[in-house]
Nanobody
Framework: VQLVESGGGLVQAGGSLRLSCAAS????????MGWFRQAPGQERESVAA????????YYADSVKGRFTISRDNAKNTVYLQMNSLKPEDTAVYYC??????????????????WGQGTQVTVSS
């Protein structure tokens, strides 16, 4: 399974970005999908996740009400809409696929496949 993120960039605080993650080489519709991020000098942290087919979602407290995860199984793509961005959202954002559990998990160990990451920089 290959995951390719896109949509990162530089944005001012208060702005918005939409990240996309295109999957290939597997059965996307059965995967739970997650977004993680890692800032310099910090550990990778979970941002949001979505179940394979029930629409259940998970959000980190730091992004609730600002970020929205969604998926389009017909396009094998998961999205992360990020609004009201803050400088502390600056990080490399990774998408990940969980082919086993199907439920939205914040635990990195649940995910077997990872993208290469896309940089998001929020200026103050």
């Amino acid at each position: 399974v290959q995951l390719v993120e896109s949509g990162g960039g530089l944005v001012q605080a208060g702005g918005s970005l939409r990240l996309s993650c295109a999957a290939s080489g597997g059965t996307f519709s059965i995967y739970a999908m997650g977004w993680f991020r890692q800032a310099p000098g910090q550990e990778r942290e979970s941002v949001a996740a979505i179940s394979s087919n029930t629409g259940r979602t998970y959000y980190a407290d730091s992004v609730k009400g600002r970020f929205t995860i969604s998926r389009d199984n017909a396009k094998n793509t998961v999205y992360l809409q990020m609004n009201s961005l803050k400088p502390e959202d600056t990080a490399v954002y990774y998408c990940a696929a969980d082919p086993r559990f199907g439920t939205p998990s914040s635990a990195a160990y649940a995910y077997d496949y990872w993208g290469q990451g896309t940089q998001v920089t929020v200026s103050s």
